[in-house]
């Protein structure tokens, strides 16, 4: 099937979108000429394209945007997440040449240019998004080149599929270097191992009051440990978390040693430490409005998400029954903890009690979890917000809390990290 909304201005070269079940979309290209290969996912954030277009976390990826129209306010120095772009293509319904805003540098086009990365635009995106809530996130292309619509999709079909590969690896800083926070006092010292941090999260540890040392992926837990930090920050990342056995073993190694938060890719890896297990989502969640309750306060958070895979609370272990409201079987849907204001804990086989925090109310999916019986804790998703609200950003306030020793350290209102 082809849709086809183009209309040819005669400045910019035909492009197609072919999908690996057989939908090509026609288009024009609105970045770099050329061809890439990848997962298509969708993202309904309204605003904050610079910030999505620099994520690490979307490397592998073809990103489409559900809102019409990108590219109006340009790009920005203070909204680069990265140093380049990560993602594998950009999918937009209607791009800006001419941004209006008076801390542009560039046009998102220019941009994309600039760094080589394929975009297209004149898609019917509507139709897009539905398709990928049908079908699930699937392989796809972008192509100034071969525009057959036949041969595009065999390529795509023969093409490899995202966890075939370690992206961490490709989005990691190389060398060691370190953030401090400026005109502030270090409340602590921490090791933060970058599996693709966004520098909006290193911002937010800094503005806490954290001297960060940040380390590549595959450090091992012994060059950590010879740092002495107050804690380790385990970062979000591209792909599937079994990629990076590594980083899980690192993990392993950490916990119960040093106070441990972890934040999308790095709640995964903590879970699969754990012994739990990570199933990848239909379509996964990528936008700036997935309502999430914390189950210690009751409050209902507005969240940034990025990611296609998550934990499954019930492969933890066993409820505790007399800590999860008398329940002793795990639900079959999360949401049912959130209807009954209940913080269930279960029983892991090597590192004690572990327990859910933080639910999605959209699905019922795990966006959060809390170890017991050691000091560690993560989420699913992005608290600092880029792009996105803040409610969450109490979570970098919660890990200073931790290291200082509070024992109900995630017991925050979400007003309160607004106030940094």
Same mark, same amino acid.
């Given at each position: 099937m082809i849709v086809n909304l183009l209309v040819d201005d005669g400045k910019h070269p035909e492009a197609l979108l072919a999908l690996e079940h057989g939908m090509v979309f026609r288009g024009r290209s609105c970045g770099a000429e050329g061809e890439m290969f990848g997962e298509i996912v969708f993202n309904t954030s309204m605003t904050g394209y610079q910030e999505i277009v620099t994520d690490p976390s979307y490397a592998g990826q073809i990103v489409a945007l559900t809102y019409p129209q990108i590219g109006? =306010? @340009?790009?920005? /120095?203070?909204?680069?997440?990265? $140093?380049? %772009?990560?993602?594998r293509g950009l999918v937009v319904h209607d791009m800006c040449y001419e941004p209006s805003n008076w801390q542009s540098v560039e046009s998102l086009p220019d941009f994309l240019k600039r760094n080589n990365v394929v975009a297209i635009e004149d898609v019917d995106v509507r139709a897009l998004t539905l398709n990928i809530r049908e079908k699930g996130a699937m392989r796809a292309a972008i192509s100034t080149k071969? &525009?057959? %619509? *036949?041969? &595009?999709? *065999?390529? +795509?079909?023969?093409? %490899?599929?995202? #966890?075939?590969?370690?992206?961490? #690896?490709?989005?990691?800083? *190389?060398?060691?270097?370190? +953030?401090?926070p400026e005109g502030r006092k270090v409340r602590h010292q921490i090791v933060v191992v970058d599996c693709g941090i966004k520098q909006g999260i290193l911002d937010? &540890? #800094? /503005?806490v009051g954290c001297e960060v040392t940040v380390v590549p992926w595959n450090t091992p837990f012994s060059a950590i440990d010879e740092l002495y930090p107050d804690g380790v920050f385990f970062s979000n990342g591209p792909g599937d978390p079994s990629s990076v056995p590594e980083t899980v073993e690192t993990v392993k190694a950490t916990l119960g040693k040093y106070p441990i938060f972890g934040i999308c890719l790095g709640n995964q890896m903590l879970s699969m430490a754990a012994g739990a297990e990570i199933e990848k989502l239909k379509y996964g969640h990528h936008g700036a409005n997935e309502p999430v309750m914390n189950l210690l306060t009751g409050k209902v958070e507005i969240t940034a998400q990025n990611h296609n895979y998550g934990p499954v609370f019930s492969s933890f272990g066993p409820l505790i029954p007399e800590l999860s409201g008398g329940v002793k079987e795990h639900p079959t849907d999360l949401r049912y903890w959130s209807q009954h204001h209940i913080a269930p804990v279960a029983q892991t086989k090597k590192f004690g009690r572990v327990r859910l925090t933080h639910v999605n109310l959209n699905d019922g999916s795990c966006e959060g979890i809390q170890f017991l019986d050691i000091p560690a804790f993560s989420m699913q998703y992005h608290p600092e917000g880029k792009p996105g %609200?803040? $409610?969450?950003? =109490?979570?970098?306030?919660?890990?200073?809390?931790?290291?200082? @020793?509070? /024992?109900? =350290? &995630?017991?925050?209102?979400?007003? *309160?990290g607004r106030n940094h």
């Amino acid at each position: 099937m082809i849709v086809n909304l183009l209309v040819d201005d005669g400045k910019h070269p035909e492009a197609l979108l072919a999908l690996e079940h057989g939908m090509v979309f026609r288009g024009r290209s609105c970045g770099a000429e050329g061809e890439m290969f990848g997962e298509i996912v969708f993202n309904t954030s309204m605003t904050g394209y610079q910030e999505i277009v620099t994520d690490p976390s979307y490397a592998g990826q073809i990103v489409a945007l559900t809102y019409p129209q990108i590219g109006n =306010y @340009g790009i920005t /120095k203070i909204d680069m997440q990265a $140093d380049r %772009p990560n993602l594998r293509g950009l999918v937009v319904h209607d791009m800006c040449y001419e941004p209006s805003n008076w801390q542009s540098v560039e046009s998102l086009p220019d941009f994309l240019k600039r760094n080589n990365v394929v975009a297209i635009e004149d898609v019917d995106v509507r139709a897009l998004t539905l398709n990928i809530r049908e079908k699930g996130a699937m392989r796809a292309a972008i192509s100034t080149k071969d &525009l057959d %619509p *036949e041969h &595009l999709i *065999e390529r +795509v079909q023969a093409s %490899p599929h995202i #966890a075939e590969h370690n992206f961490v #690896a490709d989005v990691s800083h *190389e060398d060691r270097f370190t +953030v401090k926070p400026e005109g502030r006092k270090v409340r602590h010292q921490i090791v933060v191992v970058d599996c693709g941090i966004k520098q909006g999260i290193l911002d937010w &540890l #800094a /503005k806490v009051g954290c001297e960060v040392t940040v380390v590549p992926w595959n450090t091992p837990f012994s060059a950590i440990d010879e740092l002495y930090p107050d804690g380790v920050f385990f970062s979000n990342g591209p792909g599937d978390p079994s990629s990076v056995p590594e980083t899980v073993e690192t993990v392993k190694a950490t916990l119960g040693k040093y106070p441990i938060f972890g934040i999308c890719l790095g709640n995964q890896m903590l879970s699969m430490a754990a012994g739990a297990e990570i199933e990848k989502l239909k379509y996964g969640h990528h936008g700036a409005n997935e309502p999430v309750m914390n189950l210690l306060t009751g409050k209902v958070e507005i969240t940034a998400q990025n990611h296609n895979y998550g934990p499954v609370f019930s492969s933890f272990g066993p409820l505790i029954p007399e800590l999860s409201g008398g329940v002793k079987e795990h639900p079959t849907d999360l949401r049912y903890w959130s209807q009954h204001h209940i913080a269930p804990v279960a029983q892991t086989k090597k590192f004690g009690r572990v327990r859910l925090t933080h639910v999605n109310l959209n699905d019922g999916s795990c966006e959060g979890i809390q170890f017991l019986d050691i000091p560690a804790f993560s989420m699913q998703y992005h608290p600092e917000g880029k792009p996105g %609200p803040n $409610d969450s950003t =109490y979570a970098f306030e919660a890990f200073v809390r931790l290291m200082d @020793g509070n /024992k109900d =350290y &995630l017991d925050i209102d979400v007003r *309160e990290g607004r106030n940094h």
